[in-house]
């Protein structure tokens, strides 16, 4: 058994399984001589059917996934569990690699050609799963559909410095920014910058599709079947542009338990068992067959708390509760080494982050005091909102209402369903809540700005409602600022503030976790939770699947 932890790569840490992976390439062509395509037998053509045939033997991935998806739309929900399935539909200009390092994907090559404008020259014959050619057009379609206000895309803060986008000719496109924006390329390799299909676009437009459920990508796979709350099945898209992959389909079980995603690994009903907790994972590399994935990640788990809701409209209680939580306590009792400690709103992974920040420390004492000068000495009740399924929040719960008990804070603990507890949270409905935010673009604007500008209360990231000119204003200054050295005190400043304000509870920066089958080749597990599926091969492969 191989126990893959903490390795480091250009950075940002990765998984890869299955030794040395082939680098995934531009040319189809490269491709197919690379999946066997076009070889020769006694120098004379291998049959078609035969090549068929090999094709055919994929087999099916089964991945146990702790939530489902919200939707399959790049501009709709913001969320792990939506993206790692759409990742899969949807190809980008620009993706992220397996050192987290942007590459050109639908994007033959690119380059910022003014301070405001940027140039991309498109792959040629690339095909979307409904036959349509991608071609500038669906550039254009897609961008101005996430930056049209009417439409309130959940990810509009990502793209709304985009003033303009250029179809120059069938496959260039010039996109202009509002104000010089550096982490542009970096936005475009998110999830919401998936390339969409004009006509589907217009298709939705006229009531003839609905793209939460029936998406059209250009990525290696294509959606066959998405029993919602139950599985996602994608098959292999075998005009995919960078040539088709090995596996014949995915299927994203939904498994609530996690005792029930591990089983599935152990009894060769799953390939991966996702979200695993640290209590777990000695469990897991004793199990015959399985590999262990621990990958340090660009995320951040916290405690929101509603800034407009009473009492956490004071800034002194919201201290208080950030005093009298033990985080050591947590890091250890439940995450066994796994992780580290959260002080602010930046991974250390982060391009922003700074270690000498002005932490909050733990100190009961002051955090009594802070709460009776606040005019609760007696405390106060309030409601601490998880998802259902998640076993590690929950045990982060039952400590924090246990310390907060020590200062006269009586906590209850409710536990939604994920969608539901999204909801809920993007309407303020709420008093604290349990979430997560991970980095995936590696800078600090889409760590930040989302998370504490104003202009995204609700949906599109500040659950918390937090409301604070002066951070507003020193992260647009972060977005237009074009000098890395300028940006960074800049955002040093601003998570100092927000620190200071305590507008959440920062508790760790979490690792991935997951059991992989050893009959699982070529693997990558991105630092961004997503697993890439494009090289993967199943070897001695005796999945069954459907055994839960």
Not at 402 to 424: C, F, P, R
Request: proline share 3%; hydrophobic share 35%.
């Amino acid at each position: 058994m191989k126990k893959f932890k903490h390795k480091l790569v250009g950075g940002v840490l990765v998984l890869s399984l299955g030794g040395v992976l082939a680098a995934c390439t531009d040319d189809p062509q490269d491709a197919d001589e690379e999946n066997g395509e076009g070889d020769t037998e006694n120098g004379e053509d291998v049959e078609e059917d035969d090549d068929e045939a090999a094709a055919s033997d994929g087999g099916d991935l089964i991945l146990a996934m702790g939530s489902d998806a919200v939707d399959l739309d790049p501009h709709g929900s913001n969320d792990t569990s939506s993206t790692q399935v759409r990742s899969q539909i949807y190809d980008k200009l620009v993706d992220f690699d397996e050192n987290m390092e942007v590459q050109p994907e639908l994007a033959e090559d690119y380059e910022q050609i003014e301070d405001d404008t940027w140039e991309f020259n498109l792959k040629e014959d690339v095909t979307f799963h409904d036959g349509e050619p991608f071609d500038a057009d669906d550039v254009v379609a897609t961008l101005e559909r996430v930056t049209d206000e009417d439409f309130a895309s959940e990810k509009l803060f990502m793209y709304e410095m985009i003033e303009n986008v250029e179809a120059v000719d069938e496959h260039t496109v010039h996109i202009t920014t509002e104000y010089p924006f550096a982490p542009l390329e970096f936005h475009l390799a998110h999830d919401g910058g998936g390339m969409m299909s004009a006509a589907a676009i217009e298709e939705e437009e006229n009531g003839d599709r609905n793209l939460d459920t029936e998406p059209v990508g250009t990525g290696p796979f294509e959606l066959e079947n998405w029993d919602q709350g139950n599985e996602a099945v994608l098959t292999r898209f075998d005009d995919y542009h960078g040539g088709a992959v090995s596996i014949d389909s995915a299927t994203y079980q939904v498994v609530d338990e996690q005792l029930t995603r591990m089983s599935m690994l152990e009894n060769n009903e799953a390939h991966i068992a996702d979200d695993i907790e640290p209590s777990q994972m000695d469990q897991l590399e004793s199990m015959d067959g399985v590999d262990v994935s621990a990958v340090e990640s660009v995320r951040m788990d916290y405690i929101g708390m509603n800034n407009e809701a009473e009492p956490f409209d004071d800034r002194d209680v919201r201290r208080a509760l950030n005093m009298a939580v033990d985080k050591d306590t947590i890091i250890e009792g439940i995450f066994e080494g796994y992780g580290e400690e959260a002080i602010g709103a930046l991974n250390p992974l982060v391009f922003g982050y700074n270690d000498d920040l002005e932490s909050i420390e733990y100190d009961p004492d002051e955090a009594q005091s802070l709460l009776e000068d606040a005019g609760y000495e007696d405390g106060f009740e309030a409601t601490l909102l998880v998802e259902d399924v998640d076993q590690v929040n929950l045990q982060i719960a039952e400590i924090v209402q246990d310390n907060l008990q020590d200062i006269g804070v009586d906590i209850s603990i409710e536990q939604q369903e994920w969608g539901a507890l999204l909801d809920t949270t993007a309407e303020g409905e709420f008093e604290m809540v349990m979430l997560g935010w991970t980095a995936v673009t590696g800078d600090a604007d889409y760590a930040m700005h989302p998370l504490f500008h104003s202009d995204n209360q609700g949906a599109p990231g500040n659950r918390t409602f937090y409301d604070n000119e002066e951070v507003d204003e020193l992260l647009d200054a972060g977005r237009q600022e074009a000098d890395d050295d300028e940006r960074i005190e800049i955002y040093t400043e601003a998570q100092q503030i927000i620190i200071d304000d305590a507008t959440i509870l920062p508790l760790i920066h979490d690792d991935f976790r997951a059991g992989i089958s050893d009959s699982v080749e070529g693997l990558i597990h991105k630092a961004d939770a997503n697993y890439d599926l494009r090289e993967v091969e199943l070897v001695d492969d005796d999945v069954e699947g459907d055994g839960y």
